[in-house]
Each structure stands twice: as structure tokens, then as C-alpha cells.
């Protein structure tokens, strides 16, 4: 089992940025990707960016151009550089990890208690 642990939200303007860290530890050299989704309150989790330990990234069309995914393996830590943010991208943001190159299993960790992003307008 992969425990997942992140940090770094808090609460910011609409156009300011934040970068959101998470410390994987446990069975890590299980994890191929690693990913980032939010929940906001009453919407269903959504997942927003992915990166294989390859270094390829994929994004949801609503944050592309604005937030970056990087990893650190040797760390096993996952970032999200999240830049001009929106009211809209206001949630609860958690990291997750699959054996494969995406997410479509919904990844194999231990859900977080995740990061709490507030964008004011």
C-alpha cells in the first residue's frame, strides 16, 4: 500500500498562483503515475493532471495552460504549480498513484486528507 500525504493550499486571490506538494510513501516501487484531483463541495472528484514516471503529462481542459505537474522520483513526491487560478478552482485537492500510466484505475494509494485551495475574486 502507498500512503499519500499532501500539503501547500491555503487561501488566495483570483490571478495568484500556489504550488501544492505530496510525499508518497510505503510500496512506492509499485507507482508508475501520479496524479492530482480536486473535489469542490458538491461536485464529484475530478481528476486534473497525471504525469508517468516517464515524464509525460496530461491535463484537464481546465487547467491546461495554467497549472504545471512535475515529479521528483528519487523523492517520490508529485507537485502542481498551479498559476492565474480561478474562483472556480476552488477545492479539495488530493495526489494519487497508479501501477500504470494513468489513472483509469483510479489509482492504488491511501487517499490523503488533501490540501484545501481557496480562490477568492
Known amino acids: 500500500q502507498v500512503q499519500l500525504v499532501e500539503s501547500g493550499g491555503g487561501l488566495v486571490q483570483a490571478g495568484e498562483s500556489l504550488k501544492l506538494s505530496c510525499a508518497a510513501s510505503g510500496s512506492t516501487f509499485r507507482i508508475n503515475a501520479m496524479g492530482w484531483y480536486r473535489q469542490a463541495p458538491g461536485k464529484q472528484r475530478e481528476l486534473v493532471a497525471t504525469?508517468?514516471?516517464?515524464?509525460?503529462?496530461n491535463y484537464a481542459d481546465s487547467v491546461k495552460g495554467r497549472f504545471t505537474i512535475s515529479r521528483d522520483n528519487a523523492k517520490n513526491m508529485v507537485y502542481l504549480q498551479m498559476n492565474s487560478l480561478k474562483p472556480d478552482d476552488t477545492a479539495v485537492y488530493y495526489c494519487?498513484?497508479?501501477?500504470?500510466?494513468?489513472?483509469?484505475?483510479?489509482?492504488?494509494?491511501?487517499w490523503g486528507q488533501g490540501t484545501q485551495v481557496t480562490v477568492s475574486s
Open positions: 504525469i508517468t514516471r516517464g515524464g509525460n503529462k
Open positions: 494519487q498513484v497508479s501501477r500504470w500510466a494513468t489513472m483509469n484505475d483510479g489509482g492504488f494509494g491511501s
